[in-house]
């Protein structure tokens, strides 16, 4: 069984820096694209960063020049590193993995969720 873990938010104050990590664990035959979202309360789910399995990148408008996205593949670890947080960044953040389970290539790509883990960044 697959499990994408968050960990790393909490309390920060405006200007902080946070590191946000998620593990995918169990039985994994690839990793495809990987990513991060973020649902504030009364909000709709939004993107933040997305990576490819060949390490490129993409940032919404909001988390151009203050998040970095990342992973190692050797672990299927997947990072992001945010600086200069702002009040607007409070919210729950999801890890995302689109991935094929088991230990075969055969089965299709799924999507896989973690619990979230919540930022908030307040004085």
């Known amino acids: 069984q697959v499990q994408l873990v968050e960990s790393g938010g909490g309390l920060v104050q405006p200007g902080g820096s946070l590191r946000l990590s998620c593990v995918a664990s169990?039985?994994?035959?690839?990793?495809?694209?990987m990513g991060w979202y973020r649902q504030a309360p009364g909000k709709q789910r939004e993107s933040v960063a997305g990576?490819?399995?060949?390490?490129?990148?993409n940032y919404a408008d909001s988390a151009k020049g203050r998040f970095t996205i990342s992973r190692n593949n050797a672990k299927n670890v997947l990072y992001l590193q945010m600086n200069n947080l702002k009040p607007e960044d409070t919210a729950v953040y999801y890890c995302?993995?689109?991935?094929?389970?088991?230990?075969?290539?055969?089965?299709?790509?799924?999507?896989?969720w973690g619990q979230g883990t919540q930022v908030t960044v307040s004085s």
């Open positions: 995302n993995a689109n991935l094929k389970p088991g230990s075969a290539g055969w089965r299709p790509w799924y999507d896989y």
């Open positions: 169990g039985s994994i035959f690839n990793i495809n694209a």
């Open positions: 990576i490819t399995s060949d390490g490129s990148t």
